[in-house]
């Protein structure tokens, strides 16, 4: 099962082209956040959202994402770190589930 008939492919460039664009719209709509920092929150965002696509594509994150997501997040390495983490352990599960065949419990609609 492909999960219906608007299931897209996960693939770094279609995070470039969906993703993105939501991130933008959001960040567009929301007021300013409390610091009144919203432009410095979404680079964040995509740069976060960018790094994990590129090393759930790849299996590693280039030169320039590494340096480019480092720079967004303040030049914490630890932050790094956590992102990777997460996407590893967050893929972990998904391999578990997919292996398995676990279903998510989630009823198609007709």
């Keep these: 099962d492909d999960g219906g008939d608007d299931a897209v492919e996960f693939s770094l ?4 082209k969906f993703m993105l664009p939501i991130l933008e719209r959001e960040h567009d ?11 410095r929150s979404k680079e ?15 299996f590693t994150v280039s ?7 480092k720079e ?3 030049g914490k390495d630890s932050v790094l770190v956590e992102i990777n983490a997460i996407v590893g352990y967050y ?13 998510s419990g989630v009823q198609p609609t007709d």
């Design 13 to 16: 460039n279609n995070v470039e």
């Design 91 to 103: 893929a972990y599960v998904a391999f578990t589930l997919n292996v398995f065949k676990i279903p």
């Design 44 to 58: 964040r965002e995509v740069a976060i959202v960018l790094f994990a696509a590129e090393l759930l594509e790849t």
């Design 63 to 69: 030169d320039e994402t590494y340096k480019r997501t």
């Design 72 to 74: 967004a997040l303040g």
């Design 29 to 39: 709509d929301n007021v300013v956040s409390a610091s009144g920092d919203s432009d």
